[in-house]
């Protein structure tokens, strides 16, 4: 399934069915605040930790705006990676969990 601009309706579901959640911020910003589940991978690491992208049926990126998710998401893209969402921001995905 392509997500071209992925709807609330597809970032659900790919939620569910359990996508690889990770929050772009800070380390000091997901501290304070993150996702259940999420993994901490913060933008300035996305290329030296392309690694734990791999094997990942769904990808779903966020961050504080949606700014660094988009530039995260296109630096997936950009490796070879088909499977990212943009999922904005890390309050948006939250939403699902509650």
């Known amino acids: 399934m392509l997500f071209g601009g992925s709807s609330t309706a597809d970032l659900k579901s790919v939620i569910e069915e359990g996508a690889f959640l990770v929050d772009v911020r800070t380390p000091g910003e997901f501290a304070g605040g993150h ?19 791999k094997n990942k049926k769904n990808i779903v990126v966020f961050c504080q705006s949606g700014g660094r998710s988009a530039a995260a998401k296109s630096l997936l ?17 939250n939403s699902y969990f509650k």
Do not use: C, Q, Y
Not at 35 to 53: E, G, Q, Y
Not at 77 to 93: D, Q, Y
């Open 35 to 53: 996702v259940k589940n999420s993994v901490n991978i913060p933008l300035d690491r996305i290329t030296s930790s392309l690694a734990k992208f």
């Open 77 to 93: 893209e950009k490796n070879g990676f088909t499977n990212v969402i943009n999922g904005g921001t890390w309050h948006n995905v």
